[in-house]
């Protein structure tokens, strides 16, 4: 059984830049695709980037693209998620998911629920 732990969060200000980790255990970790979701208060989880299992190919919600970048370190398997010019928006509780995805696949997936493990989250306040 995969576990995954997010870490990094905090109380930063409008601005400042962030990065957040997320440890895998208990699998193979390059067996893995990885995806940082969040949830900000009061609204619906949404897709922020995806990886694959090298982090050679990555796709990110649109609304971020140019502000964060997904990565990861096989030999600590650790994802990362770094996130610049943070806004208050951008307050969340941010979330870590992998999957094991079929043999050859086409696409990084963006849905919550095609992700099998997911973290506990770690809570980002971006304050103004």
């Known amino acids: 059984q995969v576990q995954l732990v997010e870490s990094g969060g905090g109380l930063v200000q409008a601005g400042d830049s962030l990065t957040l980790s997320c440890v895998a255990s208990?699998?193979?970790?390059?067996?893995?695709?990885m995806a940082w979701f969040r949830q900000p208060p009061g609204k619906e989880r949404e897709f922020v980037a995806a990886?694959?299992?090298?982090?050679?190919?990555?796709t990110y919600n649109i609304s971020l693209e140019g502000r964060c970048t997904i990565s990861r370190d096989n030999a600590r398997n650790t994802m990362y998620l770094q996130m610049n010019s943070l806004e208050p928006e951008d307050t969340a509780v941010y979330y870590c998911?992998?999957?094991?995805?079929?043999?050859?696949?086409?696409?990084?997936?963006?849905?919550?629920?095609?992700?099998?493990?997911r973290g506990q989250g770690t809570q980002v306040t971006v304050s103004s």
């Open positions: 998911a992998a999957h094991v995805p079929p043999p050859n696949p086409q696409f990084l997936r963006r849905e919550w629920g095609e992700y099998d493990y």
């Open positions: 208990g699998g193979t970790f390059t067996d893995l695709y």
């Open positions: 990886t694959n299992w090298n982090g050679g190919y990555a």
